[in-house]
């Protein structure tokens, strides 16, 4: 079975209630049971976990080698500042997929760069939470793929 690691970045705790017009109005409970169900349906084993701390993403990178297939991220603030999330990506070797909840490129201009996203197969934003949903398609998709 294979085994996508789902990681939310800073602020993400706060959906729901942080700027409702741009992020929405879901929570990320909310955000996580879509995820559990699509993966539940299609096979698919899913840890989600979710910090406002860079150095924990880091490690969550880090430590993903040897039991994820693939990884699902929304670095949210850091997509912008992080080469230290930028290189763990691309050191561990597996596949990411980045998501933005927002359309990163209509918003501010210091948003328009993404750190991240040279180190990723793909990049899904500004579809709100079907973001994640999307991206997790497009996850399991590379995973069957993969495997064949």
């Known amino acids: 079975m294979s085994k996508i690691l789902v990681i939310h970045g800073p602020n993400l705790n706060l959906l729901g209630s942080r700027e409702p017009e741009i992020y929405g109005k879901e929570t990320l409970d909310g955000v996580n049971e879509q995820i559990k169900t699509l993966a539940s349906n299609e096979g698919i084993s899913i840890e989600i976990k979710q910090s406002n701390h860079e150095g924990e993403i880091v490690d969550m990178i880090g430590n993903a080698r040897d039991d994820f297939d693939l990884i699902l991220i929304n670095p949210a603030a850091y997509t912008h500042t992080s080469v230290a999330i930028r290189d763990a990506i691309s050191a561990v070797g597996i596949p990411a997929i980045e998501v933005h909840l927002s359309n990163i490129y209509s918003r ?14 793909g990049q899904v934003s ?13 996850a399991i998709e590379m995973l069957k793929y993969s495997s064949k």
């Open 126 to 138: 500004g579809f709100g939470v079907h973001s994640y949903i999307l991206g997790l398609q497009a």
């Open 108 to 121: 501010e201009e210091f948003r328009h760069t993404s750190l991240i996203a040279p180190v990723c197969h």
